[in-house]
């Protein structure tokens, strides 16, 4: 029997959406305010969920509180009053667009938990905008 386990957290982070081999002016028409060459900001929203079998012994899909460090060093440590563009080196070379961010998270995370687990992540950039990434 799987069952699924999720955890919320919260982030507030700063970025500017552009491509560097694009002209101001072709940047602004695709992204328009979110190409402010002085960045902007969102105070984002995510819920992971780890899914598969209970263990016989705990009781437990994940013990919640690994699953809270985990989120803290690899997400919220990494991420909160940063800007994304400066300061994470994942997006060095990659535009922070809400499905970019939420697949760097999935594989921070996919890094550390057990193997056996599956996962899914879903970002609220905004509370009616948001994006889900499972590794597929």
């Known amino acids: 029997m799987?069952?699924?386990?999720?955890?919320?957290?919260?982030?507030?982070?700063?970025?500017?959406l552009y491509r560097p081999d694009w002209s101001f002016e072709k940047n602004d028409?695709?992204?328009?305010?979110?190409?402010n060459p002085n960045f902007h900001g969102h105070n984002y929203d995510l819920t992971v969920s780890v899914t598969g079998e209970i263990d016989p012994e705990t009781g437990y899909v994940v013990d919640v509180k690994i699953l809270k460090d985990f989120i803290k060093s690899e997400i919220e440590d990494?991420?909160?009053?940063?800007n994304l563009n400066v300061d994470v080196p994942e997006?060095?070379?990659?535009?922070?667009?809400?499905?970019?961010?939420?697949?760097?998270?999935f594989n921070k995370l996919k890094a550390v938990l057990e193997p056996n687990l599956e996962l899914s992540v879903t970002l609220y950039?905004?509370?009616?905008?948001?994006?889900?990434?499972?590794?597929?």
Do not use: M, Q, W
Not at 125 to 136: A, I, L, M
């Open 29 to 35: 028409a695709i992204f328009g305010k979110c190409n």
């Open 91 to 105: 997006f060095k070379n990659l535009n922070p667009t809400a499905e970019n961010i939420v697949v760097v998270i």
């Open 2 to 16: 799987k069952v699924t386990v999720s955890r919320k957290a919260h982030f507030n982070s700063a970025h500017r």
């Open 125 to 136: 950039e905004t509370p009616r905008n948001f994006v889900t990434y499972s590794g597929d």
């Open 78 to 82: 990494a991420f909160d009053h940063k």
